[in-house]
């Protein structure tokens, strides 16, 4: 039996789809497609079945899946036993992160991993950290860097980092706010420049507004953007105030041309997470990533 046979079984049945697992495998999809025949024909049963536009494992699938499984980590163990030399790793790992953990955490990450594994090469894409769960929960990729958490039986979390929420606003218009704590009023009184649905940063502000009844809606809000440096941008063009991780306005603020302001008794606190999947076939590339991960900042917090 051809264990890549069953790594791709196992990819199809996770995302329910053979063109997507065709595109996270990198292989075609007439490829997958005869793969997984030629399972059907060794084992003598179908395995899969498609219902709508899924592709759904039958009973005889789903105790192929848990067997695969087991199988493919048996398989992980036998190549890390038997390596010889540790840096000997290689393959591909597939990132996405949300704006924060990939500006100002990630390229450090990388570049510890890589002292160990030089071989190994990385994708790294930015996305939002709604996207980044998504796709951990569809199975499209296995693990991401977010900075908030969602209570998902099937995810473990790792915390990496805390970072705090201030407001940002032009010097030019708001010197006199310098080192500053203003009431938290004060948000809207001023045209706002706000993150798009989906931002971890948004979800963060919003959260501590409703725990003082106040309102998103009620916000002046000018201008929705989704990334950093844009906002930054627009801030110090006095298109308005904005929230914003302390860390991501450092620059501007040695700088001159952005002011932080605090709000009066509101510390916003926040935590920057690495999210993995819980019930997933890691490749080894991925499996020592992960372990590299929880080694260095900590034990996993198991369905947080």
Request: no cysteine; charged share 30%; proline share 2%.
């Amino acid at each position: 039996m051809n264990t890549s046979y069953l790594k791709t079984f196992v990819e199809v049945v996770n995302l329910k789809n053979i063109s997507k697992a065709a595109e996270k495998l990198y292989i075609t999809q007439p490829a997958v497609s005869k793969q997984l025949q030629l399972l059907e024909k060794e084992f003598g049963t179908v395995l899969l079945i498609k219902e709508g536009r899924d592709m759904i494992p039958t009973e005889s699938g789903k105790e192929l899946y848990k067997y695969a499984l087991n199988i493919l980590v048996e398989e992980n163990k036998i190549y890390d036993k038997l390596r010889k030399e540790d840096n000997a790793l290689d393959g591909e790992i597939n990132i996405y992160s949300s704006s924060l953990p990939a500006d100002y955490f990630l390229y450090n990450i990388i570049f510890e991993f890589n002292s160990i594994y030089p071989q190994v090469i990385y994708n790294v894409k930015k996305a939002d950290t709604k996207i980044v769960f998504n796709y951990i929960e569809d199975g499209l990729i296995n693990f991401g860097f977010t900075g908030a958490v969602y209570k998902k039986n099937s995810l473990n979390y790792v915390t990496i980092a805390e970072d705090e929420l201030i407001i940002a606003a032009s010097a030019n218009k708001y010197s006199k706010f310098k080192n500053h704590s203003v009431p938290i009023e004060f948000l809207f009184e001023h045209d706002f420049i706000s993150r798009e649905k989906g931002s971890a940063t948004l979800k963060t502000f919003e959260n501590y507004l409703n725990m003082k009844k106040l309102y998103l809606e009620d916000l002046k809000t000018k201008i929705r953007v989704e990334d950093n440096e844009i906002i930054k941008t627009l801030v110090k063009n006095d298109m308005g105030i904005t929230i914003i991780s302390k860390l991501a306005i450092e620059k501007e603020i040695k700088e001159g041309s952005i002011v932080p302001i605090k709000i009066k008794d509101l510390e916003m606190k926040r935590q920057l997470y690495f999210v993995y999947h819980s019930n997933r076939y890691f490749s080894r590339t991925e499996e020592a990533f992960r372990d590299f991960i929880i080694k260095k900042f900590g034990k996993s917090n198991e369905n947080k």
